[in-house]
């Protein structure tokens, strides 16, 4: 049979074997916790390639509509004007000039 000191020193060993493991992962996670919650925050203050890509996207998207819109009331305008409307003709010249300030922006 195994002496009773015996057995609680084996177990001092081992729990002293368990806890030092656990000493050390707690240290490491103590020492680069700093270095993780900077890098989080990093990424949250940068704009990754793929969400500057779905801006850029987004706002030639917007461009496109905005020129459609253009266009079209200059071809309604530009008709109006040709049935002899001044006040048309006006607005005509107007998104026309407007369709091409979009165009230089490009």
């Known amino acids: 049979m195994i002496s009773r000191p015996l057995v609680a020193s084996a177990t001092a060993l081992a729990c002293s074997a368990l806890l030092s493991g656990c000493?050390?992962?707690?240290a490491a996670d103590v020492v680069t916790a700093p270095v993780r919650v900077v890098g989080k925050g990093v990424d949250w203050a940068t704009t990754s390639q793929s969400e500057a890509d779905e801006k850029r996207g987004r706002d030639m998207r917007h461009r496109e509509e905005r020129l459609?819109?253009?266009d079209r009331e200059y071809r309604r305008h530009r008709e109006q004007c040709s049935?002899?409307?001044e006040e048309a003709c006006e607005?005509?010249?107007e998104d026309y000039a407007?369709?091409?300030d979009q165009r230089s922006d490009w």
């Not at 000493?23 to 707690?26: A, E, F, I, K, W």
């Open 98 to 100: 407007e369709i091409e």
């Open 91 to 93: 607005r005509a010249r």
């Open 23 to 26: 000493l050390v992962r707690t």
């Open 83 to 85: 049935r002899g409307d």
């Open 68 to 70: 459609g819109k253009l």
